[in-house]
């Protein structure tokens, strides 16, 4: 069975601060998708990486896939009380039948005024 | 209408009672998925349609009964349900290739059930 670990589950900080969350695995990963979701709503999705090393940008938002694969980290640089929210990472396994993500557990992230 | 359309948002049943959740997607996606979120639970897989064809988790009770009738509709039948089965349910829609890769999904706000 593949899993996705993400740590810290928790994580609450001042507006300003700098954050990062990871998300790891022993198992390879054809691609690796990032959500954020808010309190009553579905997970939106904010990034999807392809390629071992792949780093992509979205504003204050930084992701990046491990080389192996097998990995992921979201880097969040000078955090506003807006981006507070459940941050999901998501893998596709290798041998992908019908299309199904994996998730991780998730981490609530609260960014204090 | 655009995006995943979930009803109802909020359900209430008990033990016996049948009912059904429905979703709807308008963004000609085809392939569709239910997954359980329960608290302090990674999102649980539990039926996939994924072109034109149904992979089953094994592991969902017989309780829970999908059916997918087109590429724009996904239910969710349920019956004789159990208060652990109180959680979110979301629907989920996305665009996979042949190939099996597969762009992110398209949630609906999920259904948000409870069983007393």
């Known amino acids: 069975t593949q899993l996705l670990e993400q740590s810290p589950q928790f994580l609450s900080i001042q507006e300003g601060e700098n954050l990062t969350v990871y998300c790891n695995s022993s198992s390879v990963f054809s691609s690796l998708q990032w959500y954020r979701q808010e309190p009553g709503e579905g997970p939106v999705l904010l990034v999807t990486?392809?390629?071992?090393?792949e780093v992509k940008k979205l504003k204050r938002l930084t992701f990046q896939f491990g080389d192996a694969r097998k990995d992921s980290s979201l880097h969040i640089t000078a955090a506003q009380p807006g981006d507070t929210g459940l941050y999901l990472c998501a893998g596709a396994p290798t041998d992908n039948q019908g299309g199904k993500l994996i998730f991780g557990q998730g981490t609530e992230l609260s960014v204090k005024p | 209408e655009t995006g995943v359309t979930q009803t109802p948002r909020h359900l209430v049943m008990g033990m016996t009672n049948k009912k059904s959740l429905k979703c709807e997607q308008h963004l000609g996606h085809n392939a569709m998925y239910w997954y359980k979120q329960s608290a302090k639970k990674p999102l649980e897989l539990m039926f996939v349609y994924s072109l034109e064809e149904r992979v089953e988790n094994n592991s969902v009770p017989s309780r829970f009964s999908p059916e997918c009738p087109n590429s724009s509709h996904l239910f969710l039948h349920l019956h004789t349900l159990q208060p652990e089965d109180s959680a979110l349910y979301l629907c989920?829609?996305?665009?996979?290739?042949?190939?099996?890769?597969?762009?992110?999904?398209?949630f609906g706000s999920g259904t948000r059930l409870t069983v007393v």
């Open positions: 989920a829609s996305s665009q996979r290739r042949e190939t099996g890769e597969l762009y992110g999904y398209t």
């Open positions: 990486v392809v390629t071992g090393g």
